[in-house]
């Protein structure tokens, strides 16, 4: 158990993470423009947007710009370390949102906890909490599972271990993968499970699309132009109620995934996911 002290270790900086608006600037916490004018360094994830975001806020950054994202995350963290354990005060922002969710950050954090430095933050959006806040799904519990993979036996691999996820989850998506994400959602899970799309949050064409999963792959596919902007996908967590299923049942489940071109071990974790019954029983029933 470590206990931070409130002024980090002897002759140690401060690390702030600091959250930016997901979309209008007028969302920005009033402590953002006090950080971005004092901070010794300001590590961006991207500095370009970092200058445009100071240009919004009318504010003129005195300390050192850095950049900090995913490629130089690893090579630039012993850096910032040196800065903090030099005393000074760095500032972390990514594009949007909370640093280390889902964006760079968490390394660096690691870094100073493991050196006594200590790390604070300025509260402010979050895509996550603002998504599931709108959702209209129950919030009395959830979890964050980031973005899914991007390839199709590695996504259905994890929506499998999920099937049974009894927490409302909120998912990262890129727009255009998201119509793969929920097609593949609403083969593991079913088409009736309730789910919120939610795109452009806070921004000028913010829209929540919600109603089961089925429901939002046809709203995904007839985008005349694709699914558009920044995306945040908030599911239903599985409800208590199991089906029992019958060893023809499962091998006629099987069977049939695997006339859609899966393979029958692909097809068995799939069924498993879908019907929440043991793979090794699944398993048993394909091959009786």
């Known amino acids: 158990m470590t206990n931070q002290p409130t002024g980090g270790g002897v002759g140690a900086g401060v690390l702030v993470l600091a959250a930016t608006p997901i979309g209008r600037v ?13 901070a010794d360094v300001v590590a961006a994830e991207d500095t370009r947007r970092l200058r445009r975001l100071t240009g919004d806020l009318g504010v003129t950054v005195t300390g050192r710009i850095v950049s900090y994202f ?3 995350e690893t090579a630039r ?38 050196a006594d430095v ?29 973005f899914l993979p991007r390839k199709a036996g590695e996504r259905t691999t ?36 309730p789910a919120a799309v939610c795109r452009e949050l806070t ?8 109603g089961g999963l089925g429901e939002l792959v046809e709203w995904a596919a007839n985008q005349e132009q ?22 023809n049942d499962l091998r006629a489940l099987v069977a049939a995934r695997q ?9 068995i974790e799939q069924v498993a996911g879908e019907t929440g019954v043991r793979k090794k029983d699944v398993y048993d029933a394909a091959h009786s």
């Open 203 to 210: 921004k000028t064409y913010e829209e929540v699309a919600r």
């Open 158 to 193: 994890i929506l499998t271990e999920l099937a049974a996820e009894r927490r409302t989850m909120v998912f990262f998506e890129s727009p255009h993968r998201t119509e793969a994400s929920l097609r593949a959602m609403a083969d593991v899970w079913g088409a009736d499970r």
């Open 259 to 267: 006339g859609d071109g899966l393979s029958r071990k692909d097809a």
């Open 26 to 38: 007028a969302d920005a916490p009033p402590r953002l423009a006090e950080e971005l004018a004092t």
């Open 77 to 114: 963290t012993p850096v910032l370390l040196d800065a903090l354990l030099a005393g000074e005060r760095v500032l972390l922002v990514t594009d949007a949102g909370m640093p280390s969710v889902s964006d760079p950050g968490y390394r660096l954090v690691v870094a100073a906890v493991d």
């Open 70 to 72: 995913e490629g130089n």
């Open 226 to 247: 694709g699914v558009r902007g920044e995306v945040t996908i908030v599911v239903a967590g599985a409800t208590a109620e199991r089906r029992t299923y019958a060893p």
């Open 118 to 146: 200590r790390v604070t933050a300025v509260p402010g959006p979050s895509a996550v909490l603002t998504a599931l806040a709108v959702s209209g799904l129950p919030v009395d519990r959830f979890c964050f599972e980031g």
